[in-house]
């Protein structure tokens, strides 16, 4: 899968194209992968009917014209929602069929989306293209009980941690890939150093949120793996 292959340098659609659409819909994924993105990255929550859907925020105030939070909405009530340019939100089974054949990252929001999504994610046999992560460690537990993780890798796929450089030193053996912000803070995550030493262990690195050609370019030349973009378009011709 290219987002594990450390010779690859995958540009992700970051929510999509959400520097140009709204952000996690269909027009903004659909609007990535016409400018040339090669992945996509999207979050996940759940609602008060259990479904997993599609949406970053943990209420829907920001990016749609309701309000109150994603739990508290069943699937319809938040299907009536307009997420922007008329997008409803879309489920994560509706972009697991529509994109089959697309490397996905996927972040679960929190621990009640995670046994939904897994659910989800074996309905359409996504182990082999899904690169899943958390800041909420009890949101991967399920996958871990499930042997998710140890099948994933047999299948060249696996977990990747969104977390602190600590957590991703303390942790270091369970990752596949590992997908951070190349600076939290005061504190810079990503340097030459720790590309390095991901390569040595077969772990590709993929930085976000990375929307300038000139910080692209000097990522890449660091040896970063994947470039995590709002702005696809900006990062074709690289």
Known sequence: ?????????????????????????????????????????????????????VVHDATVDRTTNGTGSVRSHSLRALRALDAGQGEPIPTLDEVLDRYRDLPLIVEIKERH??????????????????????????????????????????????????????????????????????????????DRAFVRAAERTGRPVHVWTVDEVADARRLRAMGVAGIITNHPSRMRDL
């Open 1 to 53: 899968m290219i987002l594990l292959d450390p010779h690859a340098t995958p540009i992700v659609g970051h929510r999509g194209a959400s520097g140009e659409c709204p952000e996690n819909t269909i027009m903004s994924f659909d609007r990535a992968i016409a400018q040339g993105a090669d992945a996509l990255e999207l979050d996940v929550r759940v609602t008060a009917d259990n479904v997993p859907v």
């Open 113 to 190: 989306a995670a046994e939904p999504a897994l659910r989800a994610l074996r309905r359409h046999d996504a182990n082999g293209r899904v690169l899943v992560g958390s800041f909420v460690h009890a949101a991967l537990k399920p996958f871990s009980a499930a042997g998710w993780f140890r099948a994933a890798s047999r299948r060249e796929t696996g977990a990747s941690w969104m977390a602190s450089r600590l957590g991703l030193a303390f942790r270091w053996r369970d990752f596949a890939a590992f997908t951070v912000p190349e600076r939290h803070g005061s504190l810079t995550l990503v």
